[in-house]
């Protein structure tokens, strides 16, 4: 039987008379198949943040993109994303969020890695009482790494290995943020909360790339950034979202506020800014807190939306970082029903994508163009194997 395709010509058109992507990258099992290859495990993906193990030994297993893996990091500091997979025979080796006191050690076999990768004991390998075997040389049994690399405390991978260096790959958003280049400290318990929505990723993404829905979906955000306060943010193939040029600061009862970042120029006095660094991380910076959030696809039509908010220093007022936590939730928890809607309306029979709003839409047409060019990359090699 011949494998589910899709024509993804119309997306690439001059957004006037450009269509959304089909039905089947929302829905269908294989084209998400595909597509995760093409776009989450050829390049740099967004897998947690590095305070989810903030001291050494501290080690969070994880699946993404069907591939189960450990973050960990490791006995001098180093954040490490392995295989969690043994290499004796395949057992998985961390199965809950823990310490790693000693040595990181498989439940099947008691093979023992160290927290670097290496594989320090194989215990009775050569036969009772023979720890070593001349068929088994642990230097080249180590851990498998996966590549990664931390910007902004996210944890970024690159399963295939193959991308170009992430410096170069993130250069236009790394530069468009230089400013921000600088120390951020997580909020703690407080700050961070996970949604689960029954929606593919893409619409996520696609939806807080845009400011057109604001006014009917936000009406308490655009009460004070209004509609026309905002403005597009458009870097073809890397990213796309959306700005304000009226941030409004949190407070508490007598005016005090979280400090600022330093030496900002005097535009973040009221701008912020909202992007979506394709594929799966949404970032957004104020002169006084940034947040990440890290988008785990869970299945064609499932996701998980895993949100950090950070500061400028660590000591900032608790009440004032949890009303800021509890705010920002009920801005995403706001996205939620839009995001399911959209995603039950991928099921509609002669559905042909959609059109954009040509002066509202072009983040969002951007994010929808890029995964088509992933696309047509990933069945050119596929074809030519």
């Known amino acids: 039987m011949a494998r589910k395709t899709t024509d993804l010509s119309t997306v690439r058109r001059p957004i006037t008379s450009a269509h959304g992507l089909p039905n089947a990258h929302y829905t269908h099992p294989e084209i998400y198949e595909e597509e995760t290859h093409a776009v989450l495990i050829a390049g740099w993906s967004g897998l947690a943040v590095a305070s989810d193990v903030p001291e050494p030994g501290d080690a969070k297993p994880l699946t993404f993109a069907g591939v189960p893996l450990l973050l960990l990091r490791d006995k001098g500091g180093q ?82 290995g193959d991308a170009l260096a992430f410096e170069d790959e993130m250069s236009d958003v790394m530069r468009r943020w230089g400013e921000f280049e600088q120390p951020l400290y997580h909020g703690g318990p407080d700050s961070t909360f996970c949604l689960n929505v029954r929606t593919n990723w893409k619409l996520a993404v696609e939806n807080y790339c845009e400011s057109y829905h604001l006014p009917w979906v936000h009406p308490g955000l655009n009460s004070y950034s209004r509609l026309e306060d905002h403005y597009h943010i458009e870097q073809p193939g890397a990213f796309s979202g959306q700005g304000t040029r009226v941030y409004r600061q949190i407070s508490d009862k007598d005016g005090r506020v979280f400090p600022d970042f330093a030496g900002l120029s005097d535009y973040w006095n009221a701008a912020a800014e909202y992007i979506a660094v394709y594929p799966n991380v949404l970032l957004g910076v104020h002169r006084d807190h940034a947040f990440a959030i890290v988008l785990r696809p869970e299945g064609p039509e499932q996701t998980s939306e895993h949100v950090h908010l950070y ?47 040509p002066a509202m839409d072009g983040p969002t047409h951007m ?3 890029w995964i088509a060019a992933r696309m047509d990359v990933y069945r050119a090699r596929a074809a030519a194997e």
């Open 79 to 160: 954040i490490r994303v392995f295989q969690n997979t043994c290499r004796h025979r395949g057992m998985i080796l961390v199965d809950a969020p823990r310490k790693i006191e000693g040595a990181l050690r498989c439940p099947y076999h008691s093979w023992c890695y160290a927290t670097d990768g290496r594989l320090v004991s194989t215990p009775h390998v050569g036969g009772p009482g023979h720890n070593t075997h001349d068929g088994i040389d642990r230097d080249q049994l180590g851990l498998i790494e996966v590549r990664s690399h931390i910007w902004r405390d996210i944890v970024w991978i690159n399963l295939s």
């Open 311 to 357: 500061y400028a220093s660590p000591d900032v007022d608790p009440a004032l970082r949890a009303e800021n936590s509890a705010l920002w939730k009920s801005v995403f928890e706001e996205d939620i029903f839009v995001v399911e809607g959209m995603q039950r309306g991928r099921h509609a029979i002669g559905f042909d994508g959609g059109r954009f709003a």
């Open 367 to 369: 994010f929808h163009d």
